[in-house]
């Protein structure tokens, strides 16, 4: 079974900086594609960034130069970092797993999903 456990959510300024993490446990991440999605109230889920097995990244487009996803597979952990918040990143976000499909339009569909962390940024 695999469990995937988010965590560094929290409230900031326009402008400022969060790191969200996710430790993933009953399998190795570094065999499959990882990511982070969001949603926020009323909208539906988006994709933000993914990360594969051979550790290409790909962007959603309104994160692009903001948001960095990244990996440390002898930790387990995925990291996005995010840096120029603004008050439309307010959302939950959750990371995900998959091993069989890999891509910034199916992340929020991937098989596995943690319980979400929420972010919120104030103008």
């Known amino acids: 079974e695999v469990q995937l456990v988010e965590s560094g959510g929290g409230s900031v300024q326009a402008g400022g900086s969060l790191r969200l993490s996710c430790t993933a446990f009953?399998?190795?991440?570094?065999?499959?594609?990882v990511g982070w999605f969001r949603q926020a109230p009323g909208k539906e889920r988006e994709g933000v960034a993914v990360i594969d097995s051979g550790g290409s990244t790909r962007y959603a487009d309104s994160v692009k130069g903001r948001f960095t996803i990244s990996k440390d597979n002898a930790k387990n952990t995925l990291y996005l970092q995010m840096n120029s918040l603004k008050p439309e990143d307010t959302a939950m976000y959750y990371c995900g797993l998959s091993w069989r499909v890999c891509g910034i339009g199916v992340v929020a569909n991937f098989e596995h999903r943690g319980q979400g962390t929420q972010v919120t940024v104030s103008s």
């Open positions: 009953g399998y190795d991440i570094h065999n499959a594609c």
